[in-house]
């Protein structure tokens, strides 16, 4: 089944607590992308990627990481978290390299910053 | 930042009726998208216009785009319980998609 999937679903942490945040997608799409969605504001994109060791920031960077190794993998990393990083999470990719089609989502991840 | 604004913010339906929201823009865009999202998981993709169309139809979808008032709307014909869903627009340029708040609908059986 084609699908972009994101481990883990759910994560409470504390503040200074570095963590990752896995996406991988079975759809051979080139574009990733990576968005926060927090209550009123919709989605907010954090970083992109349009290919292999290719990622370039969204509208909301500060605080995350992101690294695209292999094409079907791009972790967010968050080096020392906060709670105003207390989010839901999504992954997402697309067929165009440049993202401007449709995209598909993850599932989300709902992270709590303590 | 936020680019596109739906209006209005929740609506309620009866079954059958039809839903309209709409969506304004501040930028430039290559398309603009409609998504919906269920009660916190995912967004699906709905539709998609290209800044060169007016309007486009998907099923009980239909979708207008103005960009010389920078605005979209979304209709839903003959809606079912299944449609209750926050939509959210989104608009696409240069290798982004910025999203609006979304407008939550409810469809009453």
């Known amino acids: 089944e084609a699908q972009v999937t994101q481990n883990p679903r759910y994560l409470i942490t504390v503040t200074g607590k570095k963590l990752t945040v896995t996406c991988s997608q079975n759809m051979n799409h080139e574009y990733m992308s990576w968005y926060r969605q927090d209550p009123g504001l919709g989605l907010r994109q954090i970083y992109y990627s349009m290919n292999v060791e290719v990622t370039d920031k969204g509208d909301v960077p500060e605080g995350y990481k992101v690294s695209r190794k292999e094409k079907r993998n791009f972790p967010l990393i968050l080096e020392s978290p906060s709670p105003n990083q207390t989010s839901l999470y999504f992954c997402?990719?697309?067929?165009?390299?440049?993202?401007?089609?449709?995209?598909?989502f993850g599932p989300g991840t709902r992270l709590t910053v303590l | 930042s936020q680019q596109g604004e739906e209006d209005p913010q929740a609506l309620s339906i009866q079954e059958g009726e039809n839903a309209t929201m709409n969506c304004s823009y501040k930028t430039s865009i290559n398309n603009l998208q409609w998504y919906r999202q269920n009660s916190g998981r995912g967004l699906v993709h709905l539709i998609l216009?290209?800044?060169?169309?007016r309007e486009k139809h998907s099923g009980r979808l239909r979708v207008t785009l103005d960009t010389s008032k920078k605005s979209s709307s979304l209709l839903i014909t003959a809606s079912r319980a299944a449609d209750t869903a926050s939509y959210f627009c989104a608009t696409f340029y240069y290798y982004k998609l910025s999203f609006g708040a979304g407008t939550t609908v409810t469809v009453r059986a």
């Open positions: 216009i290209r800044s060169n169309e």
């Open positions: 997402a990719s697309s067929t165009s390299r440049t993202g401007v089609n449709e995209q598909f």
